[in-house]
Every structure is written in structure tokens, then in C-alpha cells.
């Protein structure tokens, strides 16, 4: 099993930026894209952005566009989320995935949550 480890979750203030990280054991993110998903209190897992695997093309829920931003450091087997200026509605656990590029996007693996927490 492979096993994906977050990073970086918080209290935050809205306004303020965050940066999450996802760390993934040998070459899994050369081999998968990478994606991230979070679920609100009370609420389903919610897609919020993706990064292929090659190139690098990114796609994001239209509800974070313009705010966060998707990056991976394949050298050290990294993606990461910048989150910035957060909204109280941007409260969840955030989860990272290996994914599988397809339409839509189809999880391999999962990692075990981070949580962000803004208040307004």
C-alpha cells in the first residue's frame, strides 16, 4: 500500500496563505498525475485541482481558480498546494491523491488529510 503523507494544514486567518505538502514514497508521482481534494465539515470529498504527470498541465475546481496553485518537485517526490487568499468556506480536510490522468480524474491512492481551518 502505498502511503501518501501531508503536510502543512493550519489555522489561518482569511486573507492569508498556506502551503500544503504532499510527500510520496519512490517515483509515485513520475508515474501518476497528482491531485488534491478536500472535504468540509458535513460535506462530500470535493475535487480541487490536479497536476499531470508529464508537462505538467494543471486543472483546478473553478472555486479555488485564480487562488491556488499546483506544483510538484519530482526530484523529491513532492507535490504541493498554494493555497492563497483563504476564505472561510475554503475550511476542510485536505486530501492528496495519486491519480490516474483520465476524464475524470480516477484515484490510485489516497494520503490521510490535513486539516485547514480560516476564520474570518
Known amino acids: 500500500q502505498v502511503q501518501l503523507v501531508e503536510s502543512g494544514g493550519g489555522l489561518v486567518q482569511a486573507g492569508d496563505s498556506l502551503r500544503l505538502s504532499c510527500a510520496a514514497p519512490?517515483?509515485?508521482?513520475?508515474?501518476?498525475?497528482a491531485g488534491w481534494f478536500r472535504q468540509a465539515p458535513g460535506k462530500e470529498r470535493m475535487f480541487v485541482g490536479a497536476?499531470?504527470?508529464?508537462?505538467?498541465?494543471?486543472d483546478y475546481a473553478d472555486s479555488v481558480k485564480g487562488r491556488f496553485t499546483i506544483s510538484r518537485d519530482n526530484a523529491k517526490n513532492t507535490v504541493y498546494l498554494q493555497m492563497n487568499d483563504l476564505k472561510p468556506e475554503d475550511t476542510a480536510v485536505y486530501y492528496c491523491?495519486?491519480?490516474?490522468?483520465?476524464?475524470?480524474?480516477?484515484?490510485?491512492?489516497w494520503g490521510q488529510g490535513t486539516r485547514v481551518t480560516v476564520s474570518s
Open positions: 519512490g517515483r509515485i508521482f513520475s508515474t501518476y498525475a
Open positions: 491523491a495519486a491519480l490516474y490522468d483520465t476524464d475524470p480524474w480516477t484515484v490510485s491512492y
Open positions: 497536476i499531470r504527470r508529464n508537462g505538467g498541465g494543471t
